[in-house]
C-alpha cells in the first residue's frame, strides 16, 4: 500500500479512491441552488481522509470581489462547510435530515493567492476528519481539518467542530422553536459600501445609537443566506455580519479577513433582536490587525469572532 504526504504536512493515508460526482440534487450540499453548490466531486483517500474538488464560479451575485480581490475570503469558508457537508454524508453515510451543529470555525488563508483572475477558479480541498464518536450507528461528533489547494499552492487552511443529531434528538433541542422561521421585521441598512457591498439587500447591519454596536438584519427570503426551511439565523449569515462589523469598526483601511476563529454559543432565534459589537482593534508586530466580533441575543452570548487582517503595505 503507497502513502503520500502533501507540501502542507497532511498524510493522505492511502492511494486514492476513484472519484466520484457529488450528486446533482445538491441535498448532501445543504444547497437548493446550483449556483451556490461550489464541490464537483469527491474521493476517499485514506482512513478518515478525503479529497474534495470544488469549482469556484466567476462571476456569483453574493460572493463578489472584496476590496481587489478575486475570491471573497467568506467564499473559501463557505467551500470548506460544503465539503465537511459532502464528506459527512457521501463518506460517513450520515442521513439526509440529519442536523450538523456547528461549534467551532477556524480559517486562515494567503490573501494574495486570492488576486483577480479570469474565468472560474478549481481548487481542491484536502480533508482529515478526527475526534470521531459514533451514536445509533452514525458520526455525532467530529473536528475536520482541511487545506486549500490552487494552482498546487495552498492557498487556505481551516477546521471544523461540531456534532451531529437524528430529527428526534434535533427537535428535542429545540422544543416549540424548531419551527420554520418567519421575516423578522426590516430595519434599515447600514450604508452598502461602508461594509464592502453594493446591494443593501446584502447588508447584515443596521445602526444604533450605541458606537460599534449594530443589530443584525435578517432576511428569511434572501435566496442565497436562506436555502430550504431554517428554524433559526444560519451560521453562514453570522459570520458575513461579524465580518462586516469588522470593516465598520476599521473605517480608515479595508477590513479583508486573513484569519478568524468563530465560536457558537447557541442558536440566533427569529423574532427577537440579535446584537453586534465589536470590541477594541489589536495591531500586531507581524503586519495584522485583528478586531473582536461578539453577538448575543435576549442578554445570552450566541457568537464570538476573532477575526485578522493583514494590514497595506507602506
Known amino acids: 500500500m503507497n502513502t503520500t504526504t502533501t507540501d502542507t504536512g497532511i498524510d493522505t493515508g492511502i492511494d486514492r479512491a476513484p472519484s466520484a460526482p457529488v450528486p446533482a440534487s445538491l441535498a448532501q450540499l445543504h444547497r437548493a441552488r446550483e449556483a451556490d453548490a461550489f464541490p464537483v ?28 480581490h478575486r475570491f471573497d475570503p467568506l467564499l473559501v469558508t463557505e467551500t470548506m462547510r460544503q465539503a465537511t457537508l459532502l464528506v459527512l454524508h457521501a463518506g460517513y453515510g450520515v442521513p439526509l435530515g440529519h442536523h450538523f451543529l456547528l461549534t467551532e470555525l477556524q480559517f486562515s488563508c494567503q490573501s494574495d493567492r486570492l488576486a483577480i483572475e479570469d474565468g472560474p477558479a478549481e481548487v481542491e480541498v484536502q480533508v482529515v476528519c478526527s ?35 437524528g430529527p428526534e434528538t434535533y427537535r428535542r433541542i429545540r422544543g416549540d422553536r424548531g419551527v420554520p422561521g ?29 458606537d460599534r454596536l449594530w443589530q443584525l438584519r435578517v432576511d428569511t427570503g434572501h435566496p442565497v443566506l436562506f436555502q430550504g426551511e431554517k428554524d433559526h439565523v444560519p451560521g453562514m449569515l453570522l459570520l458575513e455580519a461579524a465580518r462586516q462589523a469588522a470593516e465598520l469598526a476599521t473605517p480608515s483601511q479595508p477590513f479583508v479577513p486573513s484569519s478568524r476563529r468563530m465560536t457558537f454559543q447557541r442558536y440566533a432565534e427569529f423574532g427577537t433582536p440579535c446584537w453586534i459589537e465589536a470590541d477594541a482593534l489589536a495591531t500586531s508586530r507581524a503586519g495584522t490587525t485583528g478586531i473582536t466580533v461578539t453577538g448575543s441575543q ?11 487582517a493583514d494590514l497595506p503595505a507602506c
Do not use: C
Open 131 to 165: 475526534e470521531l464518536k459514533w451514536a445509533q450507528g452514525h458520526v455525532s461528533h467530529l473536528k475536520v481539518d482541511m487545506v486549500v489547494h490552487r494552482a498546487g499552492s495552498a492557498v487556505a487552511t481551516g477546521s471544523i467542530l461540531g456534532r451531529i443529531v
Open 182 to 210: 418567519f421575516e423578522v421585521p426590516g430595519t434599515p441598512p447600514v450604508t452598502a459600501g461602508l461594509v464592502g457591498r453594493s446591494n443593501p439587500e446584502d447588508v447584515l447591519l443596521s445602526s444604533t445609537p450605541q
Open 298 to 308: 435576549d442578554g445570552s452570548a450566541v457568537f464570538r469572532a476573532e477575526l485578522s
Open 41 to 68: 466531486s469527491w474521493a476517499r483517500t485514506g482512513d478518515d481522509h478525503y479529497a474534495v474538488v470544488a469549482r469556484w464560479p466567476d462571476t456569483h451575485p453574493y460572493f463578489v470581489p472584496v476590496h481587489g
